[in-house]
C-alpha cells in the first residue's frame, strides 16, 4: 500500500473499507478497516510496497501469517485471513481497540500488585499456547500485550516469531532484531535461543510494570544492550519497597543471564505468581487440564476448495461439522458444512456479542457462501460437548464444576439469548465455548 493512501483515508479497496492507521513499524502498517461482506471490524496488517523489494520481506511476513494462525487462544490475538489488498499481502486479524500494557509503564502511582500479576498470567496462558504450537514470540514487551473490549490481556505482533527450533536473533545480515529493553542475553548475542528467552521478556515486562520502568536502560540502544550483558538487574525494591520479597525474587528469577539459571517455564512462573493475585484471576487464568474426553473425528476425505477435509467432527441440525486443513495458512480449521436443504436459507454472518461473552464464542472466520454448499470456517478446537464431558463424569467434581458454571454465568449476561446445552463445547483446558450452532449428534469420544 503506498504511503499517500494514508492520506486517503477512509478507501475502499479490494473488499476492506480501510478506515485509520492503527500502528506502524518494521513489519508493516495495522489499519483498523471493515470487511464489506460481513461489517466485521478487524485489524489489517500490511507490507508495504517498498518492503517487496527486499529478498527477506515477504518471507517473514508470510512466515508470521502462518505461525500466528497456528495458534488458537483467548489470550492471544485471533489471525482470520490472508489476502492481497491494494496489491500488496495482508493477514486480517482480531481487532484490539484498547490499550497495551505501555500504557501502565512509568504510571503514578504504580498499578497494584495483585493487578499485574494477574495481567502476566494472562500473558503466560497466550505464550504457553503459542510454544505448544511450536512458536517463540521473540519480542514479549508490553506494548505488544493489548487489552481487548473486556478487560482480558491478549498477547499480540507475532511479527518477529519463529518455529521454536533453537534459531538465532540475528538476521542473515548481522542484525539484531527485537527490543533491546526487553530482550534476554542470548538473543541478543545472537545465538540459539528456546522459551527461556520469552520468559526473559515477559520477566522484563513484568519488572517495568512494578517498578515504572525497565530493568535496563541508557542513553542509546548499545549502552542498554552492554547493561543487559554485563549488569545484573536492579532489586525491584529498590524502586518499590512494598513488593513481597518472594515476588522480587520471582522476577529476578526470571530475569536471570544465564538460561540454565532463569525459571525453565511458564508452569513454574505461574505457581510462583499465583500466590500474589486475587482469587478470581488465578482461577480465570490458571490452565488445570481436565481429564477431558477427546472428540475422534470420523474418516473422511476429499477437499472443499482451498481445503483438505480431514474428518468429521459432528453433526449438526444444519448440516456437519468437519475438520479441514486450511492449505494457506496451513492451520486446522472447523468447516461447518450446511446440507442442501440449508443451502437457499443459510444465516447471516454471525456476530459475536460485545464484551465477556464474546470471548467464550468459538471464533467465526468467514463464509463461503457462493460454492454449491455452502459453509463457514471457524477456529478448531480440542476438547468436547458439554453433553459428553457430562456423561463422562468430567464436572462430578464441584472444583471442576465451579469455574465452568462461573464462566456460564458470564455469558449469559453479556448475551442474554437463548442458548442450548448442544451448542456448548469445552475445549481441552475445560473452558467454556460457545458455539453457533447446535449439534445434533454427540461427537464420539
Request: hydrophobic residues 40%; negative net charge.
Amino acid at each position: 500500500m503506498v504511503p499517500s493512501l494514508d492520506f486517503r483515508l477512509p478507501l475502499e479497496t479490494d473488499g476492506f473499507r480501510v478506515l485509520r492507521v492503527l500502528g506502524s513499524g518494521g513489519m508493516g502498517t495495522v489499519y483498523e478497516a471493515e470487511e464489506l461482506a460481513t461489517q466485521r471490524r478487524v485489524a489489517l496488517k500490511l507490507l508495504p510496497k517498498w518492503q517487496l523489494e527486499r529478498p527477506d520481506a515477504r518471507e517473514r511476513f508470510e512466515r508470521e501469517a502462518k505461525l500466528a494462525a497456528a495458534i488458537s487462544h483467548p489470550c492471544c490475538v485471533f489471525v482470520y485471513c490472508v489476502h492481497q489488498v491494494d496489491g500488496s499481502p495482508a493477514i486480517s486479524m482480531e481487532l484490539m481497540t484498547g490499550a497495551t500494557l505501555a500504557d501502565f509503564v512509568m504510571t503514578d502511582p504504580p498499578p497494584a500488585i495483585e493487578l499485574v500479576v494477574g495481567w502476566t498470567l494472562q500473558i503466560i496462558d497466550g505464550l504457553e499456547a503459542a510454544h505448544r504450537a511450536g512458536v517463540l514470540h521473540r519480542d514479549v514487551k508490553p506494548a505488544n500485550c493489548f487489552f481487548s473490549a473486556d478487560g482480558r490481556v491478549k498477547v499480540g505482533d507475532f511479527g518477529l516469531a519463529r518455529a521454536a527450533s533453537g534459531e538465532s536473533s540475528i538476521t542473515r545480515s548481522g542484525t539484531f532484531i527485537g527490543t533491546p529493553l526487553y530482550a534476554a542475553p542470548e538473543q541478543v548475542r545472537g545465538r540459539a535461543i528456546d522459551v527461556r528467552a520469552d520468559i526473559y521478556g515477559l520477566g522484563a515486562t513484568l519488572y517495568a510494570l512494578l517498578t515504572g520502568a525497565p530493568a535496563f536502560h541508557g542513553g542509546d540502544a548499545g549502552e542498554t544492550l552492554a547493561r543487559i550483558l554485563t549488569e545484573d538487574p536492579p532489586d525491584p525494591r529498590s524502586a518499590r519497597p512494598d513488593l513481597p520479597d518472594a515476588l522480587a525474587q520471582t522476577v529476578l528469577h526470571a530475569l536471570a543471564k544465564d538460561p540454565e539459571q532463569r525459571v525453565a517455564s511458564y508452569a513454574e512462573l505461574r505457581r510462583a505468581l499465583l500466590p500474589f493475585s486475587k482469587s478470581t484471576t488465578a482461577n480465570a487464568t490458571q490452565s488445570t487440564v481436565l481429564a477431558m474426553p477427546q472428540h475422534k473425528s470420523r474418516d473422511a476425505g476429499g477437499e472443499l476448495d482451498r481445503f483438505e477435509i480431514k474428518g468429521v467432527v459432528a453433526t449438526t441440525q444444519q448440516g456437519k461439522l468437519l475438520r479441514a486443513r486450511d492449505a494457506t495458512l496451513e492451520r486446522d480449521v472447523w468447516i461447518h458444512l450446511y446440507s442442501m436443504l440449508f443451502a437457499h436459507g443459510t444465516p447471516p454472518p454471525p456476530r459475536p456479542p460485545d464484551g465477556n461473552a464474546g470471548v467464550y464464542r468459538l471464533r467465526w472466520i468467514r463464509s463461503e457462501r457462493a460454492s454449491r454448499s455452502p459453509y463457514d470456517v471457524y477456529e478448531a478446537v480440542e476438547g468436547a460437548a458439554l453433553r459428553s464431558a457430562i456423561q463422562r463424569g468430567t464436572f462430578a467434581l464441584w472444583s471442576n464444576a465451579h469455574p465452568l458454571l462461573l464462566e456460564l454465568c458470564e455469558y449469559l449476561n453479556g448475551d442474554p439469548t437463548p442458548l442450548y446445552v448442544e451448542q456448548l463445547w469445552i475445549d481441552h483446558n475445560g473452558r467454556l465455548r460457545v458455539l453457533d450452532f447446535a449439534l445434533s449428534a454427540t461427537p464420539e469420544a
